[in-house]
């Protein structure tokens, strides 16, 4: 076992990189991110579990750090020095190694990390902080300081009070035209350029400005543009917020309780396998008293795929019914032709399991009869 510790956003909490291989088979190994309240503290959670597969592949990413990256996950790591950072790397790298020679793939290996899987406590700051990346389409908005005359940070600035002069005038009346005179004037820099950039932002920003559907009194389903707007998270009571998305931050992490499915919306992710988890944490939410939404870009692929199979196994609804419910409130929601065959085959996993508890139940119920019958 080796340990690395990295940054932290907070000062007081001390976090640290672990990596695990197997006594017996050193060709397994996971890392783990470990998480401490403060440097005094003995006690620590686990924050991250990582396994190293034969595809992982490790990065310097230039800025005194380094990525750890799979076909499913990429982590970035930040150690505290320069000399802790090359040691670590020395032994990824040798990990990595190892996996490759032995095939270490998903469902041919790493059985044994499913108990760290099931014992991750950090709380959800620590959580936020591993889960951090850098290649997110959607962030939080920048500090004030930052150059504006790089392009993207121009982008970001038209995208910004492209939303806001939408928010406040009157759509039936507004042109691309006046939308364009009005960014002159609030940004002060040539709009030329971005011409292209903002017409698309404004078809963007269209299809975004539409309400949350609500769902359940507890569920709402939305898009980034929702997910966005802290004033109307707060009028929604939403303390809870499952982000279904690989390329949009979470924006208000000091705010609300996040859960992240870093996923793209193609027909090839695999949606079905995080389902006990988004259920279990849309279940929380309504335990609560709190509200909890479900977002994707748009509102109408992964976060509509992921709803549908909670009403399906909270409600008992078969996948028909599920669907037409959650889109009579959501007219737009269409998922994915691979996200359909996920509900589908989660729609006889469903069946299954409660064929199987009908069963118990019933061979229990004649058990007792029996019982009783024996004894009256």
């Known amino acids: 076992?080796?340990?690395?510790?990295?940054?932290?956003?907070?000062?007081?909490?001390?976090?640290?990189?672990?990596?695990?291989?197997?006594?017996?088979?050193?060709?397994?190994?996971?890392?783990?991110?470990?998480?401490?309240?403060?440097?005094d503290s003995d006690l620590c959670t686990i924050g991250l579990v990582m396994p190293i597969w034969s595809d992982t592949q490790v990065y310097l990413d230039g800025d005194g750090g380094f990525s750890v990256t799979t076909a499913e996950d990429k982590r970035i790591f930040k150690p505290v020095s320069m000399q802790t950072m090359w040691s670590v790397l020395q032994v990824l790298h040798g990990c990595c190694e190892r996996a490759v020679k032995a095939a270490v793939i998903p469902g041919n290996g790493l059985e044994w990390a499913q108990h760290y899987h099931q014992h991750v406590e950090s709380d959800r700051f620590c959580l936020n902080e591993w889960e951090a990346m850098d290649d997110l389409e959607s962030v939080r908005r920048d500090s004030e300081g930052q150059s504006s005359e790089d392009r993207m940070s121009k982008e970001r600035l038209i995208k910004e009070h492209l939303r806001d002069i939408m928010m406040t005038e009157d759509l039936d009346s507004l042109t691309s035209k006046m939308v364009?005179?009005?960014?002159?004037?609030?940004?002060?820099?040539?709009?030329r350029p971005y011409k292209e950039y903002i017409d698309n932002e404004i078809l963007v920003t269209m299809a975004q400005m539409d309400k949350p559907s609500k769902i359940f009194d507890y569920l709402y389903l939305g898009s980034e543009w929702n997910a966005a707007n802290i004033e109307e998270l707060q009028r929604n009571?939403?303390?809870?917020?499952?982000?279904?998305t690989r390329e949009i931050d979470n924006?208000?992490?000091?705010?609300?309780?996040?859960?992240?499915?870093?996923?793209?919306?193609?027909?090839?992710?695999?949606l079905l396998s995080h389902w006990t988890d988004t259920f279990n944490f849309i279940n929380t939410a309504r335990k609560s008293g709190?509200?909890?939404?479900?977002?994707?870009?748009?509102?109408v692929s992964r976060s509509a795929s992921t709803v549908i199979a909670y009403t399906m196994k909270h409600y008992r609804w078969p996948l028909d019914v599920a669907l037409a419910y959650v889109k009579e409130r959501r007219s737009i929601i269409k998922p994915n032709e691979g996200f359909m065959k996920q509900l589908q085959t989660y729609s006889g996993i469903l069946n299954i399991f409660e064929t199987e508890i009908l069963n118990i139940i019933s061979s229990k119920s004649k058990y007792f009869q029996k019982v009783r019958k024996y004894f009256s």
């Not at 007081?12 to 401490?36: A, P, W």
């Not at 709190?290 to 509102?299: I, N, P």
Request: overall charge negative; aromatic content about 10%.
């Open 180 to 191: 364009h005179a009005a960014l002159q004037t609030r940004i002060g820099f040539d709009m």
């Open 1 to 39: 076992m080796d340990a690395v510790q990295l940054e932290s956003v907070n000062p007081v909490r001390v976090r640290y990189l672990i990596v695990v291989s197997t006594l017996g088979n050193k060709q397994e190994s996971i890392l783990l991110g470990m998480d401490f309240p403060n440097s």
């Open 290 to 299: 709190q509200a909890v939404l479900v977002h994707c870009k748009m509102g």
């Open 237 to 244: 009571n939403v303390g809870y917020i499952l982000n279904v």
């Open 251 to 270: 924006f208000f992490p000091e705010s609300f309780t996040y859960m992240n499915i870093r996923v793209y919306d193609v027909e090839a992710t695999d």
